[in-house]
């Protein structure tokens, strides 16, 4: 049985780290086919890969995988997915859920956690994750991005910085992660109404946006809402690095 949602997964050619990165082997597939594979175990409707790149299109097609040609302009993943919502038409209500084109091992019960949450809660426009930070290095570490909630499971703020600001405990010399703060680690696995990629697409950037580097932060700039689910584990690797290439390898060939 399919669940009522779509799965894109943007690929981008070009990476400053690891060019040509969709394409690279891992354990005898590429990269794009791990994560496609891995995707359709979602049963989602469609499951759609999307790119600018033609050599990743017929590696794509060469497997089987449905693909959609976008523009070599989009500045974000988010673009990209809204490009992909107008070429195919879908509805306002559409949830569509952005799974990242190097997240080989993203479980398909996360996937399902944040459209089910998307579902739910129809005061939020877009869906997205958060875990736990279990170290005071992930706080201040900026590659490690922050968010902070309000009672409702909707995100107030996301930030490279040390968010929220734990006053007195980090005012020590020896800065040390408090016992039940509550600092959590975003996760850029994202579900999204139709309407907002819709409205995404049209809105120029905020300068929250740019200052951080964060694009989620448009949309709490226009106003819309986000749900933030919060996992108890950490996710799975995902692939930035040829170390990390080495690592998924051993993975899943223990598997």
């Known amino acids: ?127 997205t994750a958060c875990c736990p930070i279990q170290t005071i290095e992930d706080i201040f570490n900026p590659n490690c991005v922050k968010v902070v909630l309000d009672s409702q499971g909707l995100a107030l703020y996301f930030s490279r910085a040390p968010i929220p600001w734990d006053r007195d405990t980090f005012a020590t010399p020896h800065k040390i992660l408090a016992v039940n703060t509550l600092h959590y680690r975003h996760i850029g696995l994202y579900a999204y109404r139709a309407q907002l990629l819709r409205q995404y697409a049209s809105w120029a950037p905020s300068i929250l946006e740019n200052i951080e580097a964060l694009e989620q932060l448009r949309i709490l700039h226009y106003g819309a809402r986000i749900h933030v689910s919060i996992l108890e584990n950490p996710l799975p690797p995902g692939i930035d690095t040829a170390e990390d290439i080495q690592v998924a390898e051993k993975i899943l060939l223990d598997i």
């Not at 400053?16 to 086919?33: D, E, F, H, N, V």
């Not at 600018?52 to 523009?71: W, Y």
């Not at 490009?83 to 479980?107: L, S, Y």
Request: proline share 6%.
């Open 1 to 127: 049985m399919s669940h009522n949602f779509y799965t894109v997964i943007p690929a981008r050619f070009n990476s400053s780290r690891l060019p040509g990165k969709p394409l690279l082997p891992l354990a005898g597939k590429s990269l794009i086919q791990r994560t496609y594979e891995n995707a359709l175990n979602c049963n989602a409707k469609e499951t759609i890969i999307a790119t600018d790149d033609l050599r990743i299109a017929e590696a794509c097609h060469a497997f089987g995988a449905k693909v959609c040609m976008t523009k070599n302009t989009h500045l974000t993943g988010t673009d990209r997915i809204a490009e992909v919502v107008e070429i195919n038409q879908w509805p306002d209500d559409a949830i569509i859920v952005n799974v990242q084109g190097d997240e080989p091992f993203m479980p398909v019960s996360t996937i399902h956690t944040i459209y089910k949450a998307l579902e739910t809660h129809q005061n939020a426009a877009m869906a």
